[in-house]
C-alpha cells in the first residue's frame, strides 16, 4: 500500500470515530480544502473545520452517526475516495445521507495538502434543508447563503476555541 493511501486510510478511520486530531495530523501545514460549503486555506482552517463538524455530531447526533468509506486509491501525486456520511444536519435537526467524493494532493511529507471534496449540493440541501432545500437548492443564492453561514459558524468555533485555550 503506497504511503499517500496509509494516510487517507489513516484520516476515515478517524473520522469514523470522530477523532479530529487524528484526522488534523494527516494535513499539511498549508493545505486547502474546498466542497459545496466550504473553501478554506491553512491549517487552522481546515482543521478547525473537521473538530466543529465532529464536535458539533458528537454533542447532538452520534445516536445516528455513521460513515463508510471505500474506493481508497493514492500514488506519489494524488489520491482519491469516496465516503457516505448518514448524520443529523445539527441546524435543522433533519437526517441527512450525503454521498461524497474526495480528491487529494500530497506534499513531500505525505501530508495531505488539497482535499476537494464533492457532493450534490440540491439532494444535500433538499435533505437537511427540507423545502427551502428542495425550492432553493439549486440557485446560486441558497449556495452562498450556506457557504457564508458556514463560513461565520467556523469563525465563531474557532475564536470560542481560542479562548478557551482548546
Not at 469514523?16 to 494535513?27: E, P
Not at 466542497?35 to 487552522?44: K, N, P, Q, T
Request: charged letters at 20%; one cysteine or more.
Amino acid at each position: 500500500m503506497h504511503p499517500h493511501q496509509q494516510t487517507l486510510e489513516k484520516f476515515y478511520s478517524a473520522f469514523v470515530r470522530l477523532d479530529s486530531d487524528t484526522m488534523a495530523q494527516c494535513y499539511a501545514p498549508d493545505a486547502t480544502f474546498d466542497d459545496e460549503a466550504f473553501s478554506l486555506r491553512g491549517h487552522a482552517q481546515v482543521t478547525g473545520m473537521w473538530h466543529m463538524l465532529c464536535s458539533a455530531t458528537k454533542a447532538k447526533g452520534r445516536d445516528v452517526w455513521k460513515l463508510e468509506y471505500s474506493d481508497i486509491q493514492a500514488d506519489a501525486n494524488s489520491g482519491q475516495a469516496h465516503w457516505e456520511a448518514w448524520y443529523r444536519f445539527s441546524a435543522t435537526g433533519r437526517m441527512v445521507h450525503n454521498v461524497i467524493d474526495g480528491r487529494f494532493t500530497f506534499n513531500r511529507e505525505g501530508l495531505i495538502a488539497t482535499h476537494r471534496d464533492h457532493f450534490d449540493f440540491w439532494a444535500w440541501s433538499r435533505q437537511a434543508l427540507g423545502t427551502p432545500g428542495l425550492l432553493l437548492g439549486w440557485t446560486p443564492f441558497l449556495r452562498a447563503k450556506v457557504r457564508a453561514t458556514a463560513a461565520a459558524n467556523l469563525q465563531k468555533f474557532m475564536a470560542s476555541r481560542s479562548k478557551s485555550g482548546s
